[in-house]
């Protein structure tokens, strides 16, 4: 069984990122759940995702705290509030984007500083800028794909199984795009 969490804040695409994942494990023939559990999506609020996929039958689409095998965080307080999630031997692909809670706006709560020091504390982390990626290539709202590109070297499926995932699951006309966006991301490697 693998299992992705997928965090982030509402319009950043956690949910087109596991609708990619879903096309990939049914393109390889695999059974996969996905649960989207999210709050305020629409107004800025936290949004997380469940994807489960094995080549047997899947029966919960909810992933049990400890139970992720990688957790793909689009914010980086996200990346900290979803790390219960992960296995000890997990992998974490957090981008490096900040976006304010409405407490820290509002001066009733502080962002914290300590991010890198608690994620650090895990085995497999890959940080990236992945607006600033997405934007260098022209497609800031591509920041999740290239996420996804740091993401796939923890997964045994081929670059033709993702990029097909992706022509799948984004408008045509958004095809090239999300393509190098992809590619952008899979120059991010897993450090130990």
Same mark, same amino acid.
């Given at each position: 069984?693998?299992?992705v969490?997928?965090?982030?804040?509402?319009?950043?695409?956690?949910?087109?990122?596991?609708?990619?994942?879903?096309?990939?494990?049914?393109?390889?023939?695999?059974?996969?759940?996905?649960?989207?559990?999210?709050g305020?999506?629409?107004?800025?609020?936290?949004?997380i995702?469940?994807?489960?996929?094995?080549?047997?039958?899947?029966?919960?689409p909810?992933?049990?705290?400890g139970?992720a095998?990688?957790?793909?965080?689009?914010?980086?307080?996200?990346?900290?509030?979803?790390?219960?999630?992960?296995? $000890?031997?997990?992998?974490?692909?957090? %981008?490096r984007?900040?976006?304010?809670?409405?407490?820290?706006?509002?001066?009733?709560?502080?962002?914290?500083?300590?991010?890198?020091?608690?994620l650090? $504390?895990?085995?497999?982390?890959?940080?990236?800028?992945?607006?600033?990626?997405?934007?260098?290539?022209?497609?800031?709202?591509?920041?999740n794909v290239?996420?996804?590109?740091?993401?796939?070297?923890?997964?045994?499926?081929?670059? $033709? %199984?993702? $990029?097909?995932?992706?022509?799948?699951?984004?408008?045509?006309?958004?095809?090239?795009a %999300?393509?190098?966006a992809?590619?952008?991301?899979?120059?991010?490697?897993?450090?130990?």
């Amino acid at each position: 069984m693998t299992s992705v969490v997928i965090v982030g804040v509402g319009g950043q695409g956690s949910l087109l990122a596991s609708r990619v994942l879903g096309a990939l494990a049914i393109s390889a023939q695999m059974d996969v759940k996905v649960s989207e559990v999210h709050g305020m999506s629409q107004r800025g609020g936290s949004v997380i995702t469940h994807v489960r996929m094995d080549t047997s039958p899947v029966h919960s689409p909810l992933v049990e705290q400890g139970g992720a095998d990688a957790v793909m965080a689009l914010e980086r307080l996200e990346a900290v509030r979803a790390l219960p999630y992960l296995k $000890e031997d997990g992998l974490i692909v957090a %981008n490096r984007q900040e976006i304010l809670p409405l407490p820290v706006i509002i001066g009733a709560a502080e962002y914290p500083s300590d991010i890198d020091a608690r994620l650090a $504390e895990h085995a497999k982390v890959v940080q990236l800028d992945a607006l600033k990626i997405a934007t260098e290539i022209g497609v800031p709202r591509a920041a999740n794909v290239v996420l996804m590109g740091a993401l796939s070297h923890a997964f045994s499926f081929t670059v $033709e %199984n993702w $990029e097909d995932a992706i022509k799948a699951c984004v408008p045509e006309r958004f095809t090239d795009a %999300n393509l190098a966006a992809f590619e952008a991301g899979r120059a991010f490697k897993v450090s130990a």
